[in-house]
């Protein structure tokens, strides 16, 4: 293993990194994010094109029920994590453009919430119509009723 990462050093350099017929992005070759025998690819950016194949290779990809609690576990925010995150963001400022995103996105979902605790009706909506069955006298929407009641009601005789 460690002859053909030395190769792959060798081999490697900026002309072959700017040719199209390969993968390589770094010098030296390497293993992406993760460091492995001195080779990483921290520090470098992928481009707005690579940027962009990775989110259209990922669009409407199905997780497994597997994959999303793995990731639902990782992602729980425990005591250790809290302080992590608090101490990154410690005298953090914010631009004026963004503190107008996060409240518009806090409005919004503000709106959304009104709705859910509505029974997620908007306040303004016209009540559904309701219908009733001659038979046994319930009511209910049109759709369901006529499924179940009218001619088909179990006391229709």
Known sequence: MNEAVDKERELVDELFILDDNNYNIAIGGGFGGE???????????????????????????????????????????????????????????LSDDTKKKISESVKRNYHKRNYQMNDGKHPNSKPKKRVVCPHCGKDGSPNNMSRWHFDNCKLNK
């Open 35 to 93: 460091e492995k025998n001195g080779l990483t690819f921290r520090g470098n950016n992928h481009t707005e094109e690579s940027k962009k194949k990775i989110s259209d290779s990922c669009m409407g990809r199905k997780l497994s029920k597997e994959t999303v609690e793995k990731i639902t576990i990782s992602n729980r925010t425990n005591e250790e994590r809290k302080k992590k995150i608090s101490k990154t963001l410690t005298g953090r400022t």
